[in-house]
């Protein structure tokens, strides 16, 4: 099984990066595994909503140029499905014979592309999380179902 998560931006913060490198560690035993980081769009703090369709879709472009056309795309989105944690290793059993590519976007979500590209949208929360956190909390999931 590949497994690739792509995100928006680097994550700085030592407490993240040690679980995630930690998660990413255990699902190695497992999985073929590939991190893919892509740079954040810098823009001002207060955007207008016509500013921040080009945010989202800048990195969206940038996010799509790493997919290739046979994966299964999985984009974290706040409107995605909410599943248990059997219903995620049964859909991810289901596409073990294919790449599955996780995606996670910047602070402000997924372009529109992205997630008519993405093959199936998971939520874990009808509630807004830090992109980081989410890293965090997806690489545990992944893990809890590839062992």
């Given at each position: 099984m590949k497994i690739t998560f792509i995100s928006v931006g680097k994550i700085k913060e030592s407490f993240y990066t040690k679980q995630i490198e930690g998660h990413l560690k255990?699902?190695?035993k497992y999985a073929q595994v590939q991190v893919i980081e892509v740079p954040d769009e810098k823009c001002p703090e207060k955007l207008s909503d016509k500013e921040m369709i080009q945010v989202k879709n800048k990195e969206g472009e940038r996010i799509l140029s790493k997919i290739n056309s046979g994966d299964f795309v999985i984009a974290l989105a706040i409107e995605g499905k909410i599943i248990s944690t059997a219903d995620f290793k049964s859909l991810i059993k289901k596409k073990q014979a294919s790449s599955i590519v996780f995606v996670i976007g910047?602070?402000?979500g997924l372009s529109d592309e992205v997630l008519k590209r993405s093959n199936y949208k998971l939520s874990f929360s009808r509630l807004t999380?830090?992109?980081q956190l989410m890293k965090v909390l997806l690489t545990e999931q992944v893990y809890?179902?590839?062992k």
């Open positions: 255990n699902i190695k910047g602070s402000l999380f830090p992109h809890e179902v590839v």
